[in-house]
């Protein structure tokens, strides 16, 4: 997926299932393929589900890169992630948090890119909820945890945006907004500072999905925190893409949440082409 912020930033967010795969033997990087290539060229660039080692330097010519590798037992490494940078935008990116597996914080500076406020840029990975990884360590409550605290946080000091695999299905009926409608049932729930949402339109979704429980705490979040969904609602993705493909079905499992402040910032927001040589889910990009 790939969303544009104004016309001076484009990011871009893809689960590339392994970024090695063998062929002939030979380990390949991903990053070498053809069919990459239009993704990266992004301005950010998040990918995850890597599957590399904390000692894998990757390289790729004009960017920098920021790793977040999760430590293994085994010769078999999982999740995982990896940020590319435009090497002339580095001045503008400060690294803010990347202590737990799977989840990275950045600042994208208001002054240099032209913001009303300083953006604190998320890139993350979640587990399936019956991944061993999962069962084994409970990461999906610490995650969330952990998620609730930051955007609480970084929501004080500036805009939030979130993309990555969240393994969250939403139904696309449920909204992420609370509605300008009096509902005094909610006075007790609600910040006093709450501003409801008066132009936020409802999403569109390719294929119907029931909200599992990755969705709920995904819908909580944006209530709770005032993010919004990007896809399904916005300009390049107004229908809502699949995002994942795989034998048991299709399904979207890759999103962007941005501060609701921030949505006039947002020039376009899509999800690109299948690559099933290169991965199962799709890249997303704003």
Known sequence: MCI????????????????????????????????????????????????????????????????????????????????????????????????????????????????????????????????????????????????????????????????????AHINCKELDFITNEVDDSLDNFLPTNYVADSVCKFRNTQVHQKTNNYGKLILDLCTESQLRILNGRTLGDSKGKITFYNHNGVSIDDYCLCSSEFLPNIVNFSVGQFEPTISDHCPISK
């Open 4 to 167: 544009k912020v104004s016309k001076q930033l484009s990011i871009s967010s893809w689960n590339v299932n392994g970024l090695f795969k063998r062929i002939s033997g030979n380990r390949v990087c991903k990053l070498d393929d053809a069919n990459i290539c239009h993704i990266m060229t992004a301005d950010i660039i998040g990918l995850s589900e890597t599957h590399i080692p904390a000692n894998e330097i990757l390289n790729y010519d004009g960017y920098k890169c920021f790793v977040n590798c999760r430590s293994s037992d085994s010769n078999k490494v999982r999740g995982g992630l990896a940020t590319f940078f435009k090497k002339e935008i580095l001045s503008g990116v400060k690294l803010m948090d990347k202590t737990m597996d799977d989840i990275m914080w950045f600042k994208l500076d208001k002054t240099f890119f032209s913001f009303d406020r300083n953006v604190f840029l998320c890139f993350l990975y979640i587990p399936p909820s019956n991944s061993s990884y999962t069962l084994r360590t409970n990461f999906d409550k610490q995650i969330f945890e952990k998620l609730e605290a930051d955007i609480a946080k970084y929501s004080i000091l500036g805009d939030v945006i979130l993309m990555g695999d969240l393994n």
